[in-house]
């Protein structure tokens, strides 16, 4: 083996310049490949980051099949081992209790549908950012019964702090929900479907106005490590019982955003795609001239005796040894790039900037470290080293030692 | 002991629908320790029937049987074994592997044939010396002459103490003094060793020192002398 090994080693600088050349062709596919999707996935976590902060969360547990039906109806009382689980999880940083519904709100004249939000403020703080959004007056304390509305709504009924807003709905299980509340803050959010319809309202309040006491419809679990997301996701579903819970992540709360991210996610992939098909011509053609080369070589080792199934062996190792070489340079040189734009995010400027930051976005581009991004392209590149051997090896599998030596 | 026997062996290559009898129903007994030459003019077959002695090449009819096994009817890879085991090949040119040294192509049949790394390293030595190789042992075939690169392809053939060794014109590429040097230790070997040797050759001066000449004309043999 040590043999084999050492042979398939100095075969690769027989020819110095050729392999350099392709082993800097693998290599900048490789640093290629990740330097882009390291920015490409960074872009979509930091989308992801943003709506999750926004209002979802990464991870939801609800009464099962709330999400299909979203009625107070499908409220819970959550078990103690429930909130046990999450307590006791050193990933899950928090966790917010909400009671969701929706109302008819009126003033004077005018009604307008809005989201109900009974939440404990200050933990909503932590996931939503609500601080800096609050417009004016302030927030109502834990045990009050006053309300922070959205800024359109406010202007729409013309309102300010101090003014009371009627609230008509259904509470659980057709008891009625009406009630009038003051306002005792106005917040502004920049995304228009929440700025136009959002009232959040002290979650004990919001029990008794829906006659739902202790109920909620969603735990909102946060966590400060997304890329444990998964991990966690399948800790929990294992220790949930799925029967009466549901556990949603982000992709299942926010549909729409994971189809946004498929569709750019095609085009980014298309190009890397087109690299990696240059790319493994360029592999072909080395491994086709080596092959021609060698021919009396291999017809000599197959005559004294070496198994082609051994020669083929070697020419595998040639070929590992050059797309691993040039994948551990790859990523060797992309990943201080990658740490560089990571720690120092490309920051948008002009209307790019300004069309994100409307949404209260911070318009920077980082880069992700996610380590499985330059696995799996190493990971593909030595597959298409190995795809491109395939013809050393049917060679050399067809091959008959007098004519392979006549060359 | 009989070593190699032919039966009828022949090979008849059609040539866009010509048929050329390369070898022609030869039949040929080679004993343990012989030194034998074929000899024939260009295109006579001489090839053609070390070629298919070897096992490197089917008959198109007749069998090739190799102490005592018809390798004919061996499978491919049962066939590169029995090379290994039996066979020690020098051909007439580029015999080595170019990135190994003189040493480790000598060591990489041992290491096929599955022998210690001391062993190996051994008798590697040992057979460099023996061709006259002591100072080129880590030395790149690129770096010898033809003539060391045959000694060292006479050496692996040595190294996994085949049943003989088999060489086409392996002086065509020599000049007159390293074909000597080669021949001389060739004979030596033959005669203090018992070495059986299978060669084939132009070259006056080899046919000189072999002990028994085959001259094959048009594929058939014509004379068989002994001395
Ligand atoms: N692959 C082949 N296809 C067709 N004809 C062939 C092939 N190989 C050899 N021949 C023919 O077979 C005959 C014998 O060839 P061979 O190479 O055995 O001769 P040789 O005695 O070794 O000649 P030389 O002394 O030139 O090496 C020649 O007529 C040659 O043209
Ligand atoms: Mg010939």
Request: with cysteine; net charge negative; proline share 3%.
């Amino acid at each position: 083996m040590k043999m084999i090994f050492k042979m398939a080693w100095r075969n690769i600088w027989r020819n110095k310049r050729r392999s350099i050349i392709t082993i800097s062709s693998i290599f900048f596919a490789v640093f290629f490949a990740v330097f882009a999707r390291s920015f490409q996935i960074g872009v979509y976590n930091k989308m992801i980051a943003n709506m999750v902060g926004m209002y979802t969360g990464y991870l939801q547990i609800h009464q099962n099949g709330f999400w299909e039906e979203q009625s107070i109806d499908n409220s819970f009382i959550p078990d103690q081992s429930v909130l046990d689980l999450l307590h006791d999880n050193k990933d899950i940083t928090d966790f917010n209790e909400r009671l969701e519904s929706f109302a008819l709100t009126a003033s004077d004249n005018l009604t307008k549908g809005a989201i109900i939000m009974g939440v404990n403020l200050e933990k909503e703080d932590g996931l939503m950012d609500l601080s800096p959004k609050l417009i004016s007056g302030e927030f109502p304390a834990h045990t009050s019964s006053s309300l922070l509305i959205s800024e359109g709504l406010a202007s729409y009924y013309n309102m300010s702090v101090g003014d009371s807003l009627i609230l008509l709905g259904q509470g659980y299980h057709g008891a009625s929900a009406n009630g009038i509340f003051p306002v005792s803050g106005i917040l502004k959010f920049p995304m228009p479907n929440l700025n136009d319809r959002l009232v959040l309202m002290p979650i004990l309040a919001a029990q008794e106005l829906y006659a739902a006491p202790e109920r909620l419809t969603s735990l909102v679990l946060q966590i400060d490590k997304p890329e444990k997301l998964n991990k966690l996701k399948k800790y929990i579903s294992k220790k949930l019982d799925l029967e009466k819970y549901e556990l949603l992540d982000w992709k299942g709360l926010l549909p729409e955003l994971v189809q946004t991210i498929q569709a750019d996610n095609a085009g980014g992939v298309i190009i890397i795609g087109v690299l990696y098909m240059i790319i493994s011509f360029g592999i072909l053609g080395t491994l086709l001239m080596m092959t021609a080369e060698r021919m009396r070589e291999f017809g000599i080792l197959i005559s004294i005796g070496m198994r082609k199934s051994k020669l083929i062996l070697t020419l595998i190792m040639e070929s590992l040894f050059m797309g691993i070489l040039a994948s551990i340079i790859g990523i060797s040189v992309v990943s201080p790039v990658r740490y560089y734009f990571n720690r120092n995010p490309i920051r948008l400027e002009d209307q790019a900037a300004e069309s994100i930051e409307a949404f209260g976005f911070e318009p920077v581009i980082p880069a992700s470290l996610d380590m499985d991004i330059a696995m799996n392209h190493a990971g593909i590149v030595l597959l298409i080293v190995l795809i491109c051997t395939i013809y050393p090896i049917v060679t050399i599998l067809r091959l008959k030692p007098v004519k392979a030596m006549r060359t | 002991m009989e070593i190699i026997k032919t039966t009828h062996l022949t090979k008849v290559y059609s040539n866009n629908g010509l048929e050329v009898k390369a070898v022609n129903h030869i039949d040929l007994s080679i004993e343990e320790g012989e030194f034998t030459a074929i000899v024939g003019p260009s295109g006579s077959g001489k090839t053609t029937l070390l070629n298919m002695i070897g096992g490197l090449d089917d008959s198109t009819e007749g069998t090739v049987k190799i102490a005592g096994t018809n390798i004919n009817s061996l499978s491919e890879n049962e066939l590169i074994d029995f090379r290994l085991k039996n066979i020690g090949f020098v051909f007439q040119a580029y015999n080595l592997i170019p990135v190994l040294t003189a040493k480790e192509n000598v060591e990489f049949i041992m290491l096929l044939q599955g022998l210690s790394e001391k062993e190996r390293k051994q008798r590697s030595e040992e057979l460099l010396n023996h061709v006259g190789l002591t100072d080129k042992l880590d030395s790149r075939p690129n770096q010898l002459s033809g003539g060391e690169q045959q000694r060292v392809a006479v050496a692996r053939a040595l190294a996994s103490k085949p049943s003989f060794i088999l060489a086409d014109e392996p002086t065509a590429n020599l000049d007159s003094h390293s074909t000597s040097t080669l021949l001389d230790m060739m004979a030596e070997m033959n005669e203090k060793e018992k070495v059986t040797f299978l060669f084939s050759t132009h070259d006056q001066r080899v046919i000189d020192k072999a002990r028994r000449v085959i001259t094959i004309e048009d594929g058939k043999i014509i004379k068989d002398e002994r001395r």
